[in-house]
């Protein structure tokens, strides 16, 4: 097995960076802005309560575009390579990341300041989101032999935002207004789903059992 070293993270960072699946990143993100700034457009001032759903939205629209980042057509092909499956999931993560950190910090400065909601908290759900997507792509990849889990997760992400937004009891509720007396309570939520989702994202990213991958081979 291949050490991973600095000159083999210099090796990969090309051919990894060419497989980004930049269109879906493009149109997630300009969404995303699109939302964000949209308030600017309006002739009377945003309602803090349009600005914070739009911002949700916007997070959302960078999620979908997530989803696709572990996208692979030659999955099976480079299941064979040296480098293990954590340094190439890694190194994609580390490639987007500050991209997403840009963005974001983008977002934000299109709300109107004095409408703008808690930064701190509502990046916390953009994060949530965000990894939550991650995590399920990372799922998809670990349990089955999906190539390109990117449709089905981004499929999937806004039906399980739209319930959690009905169907979770008041006592769970996630989306709720800034002067809500729950938002301090919905965001310890929020830090909870972050963590988890970041845990099954991590756990999900080893490589598949011995078993597993002969069963892959013989295919």
Aim: some cysteine.
């Amino acid at each position: 097995m291949r050490a991973v070293t600095a000159p083999v993270i210099r090796a990969l960072l090309r051919p990894v960076s060419r497989t980004l699946p930049r269109r879906a990143l493009a149109a997630g993100s300009a969404l995303g802005l699109l939302l964000a700034g949209s308030p600017r457009l309006l002739s009377s001032p945003p309602d803090a309560w349009l600005c914070l759903s739009l911002l949700r939205a916007a997070a959302l629209a960078f999620g979908l575009g997530l989803a696709f980042l572990l996208d692979d057509p030659a999955r099976h092909t480079t299941a064979a390579v040296p480098t293990r499956r954590p340094v190439r999931i890694g190194l994609r993560v580390a490639l987007v990341a500050p991209f997403a950190v840009l963005w974001w910090t983008t977002a934000l400065l299109l709300v109107p300041e004095e409408t703008r909601p808690p930064v701190g908290a509502v990046t916390l759900e953009a994060a949530a989101i965000a990894v939550l997507a991650l995590a399920a792509a990372a799922l998809a990849v670990r349990w089955s032999d999906v190539a390109e889990p990117g449709v089905g997760v981004s499929a999937g992400l806004p039906v399980a935002v739209l319930a959690c937004a009905l169907l979770l009891p008041e006592r769970w509720e996630l989306f709720v207004a800034v002067a809500d007396p729950r938002w301090d309570g919905a965001h310890e939520r929020w830090a909870g789903l972050l963590v988890v989702a970041a845990v099954v994202g991590v756990c999900s990213v080893a490589e598949p059992g011995r078993r597993r991958i002969t069963a892959l081979a013989h295919r």
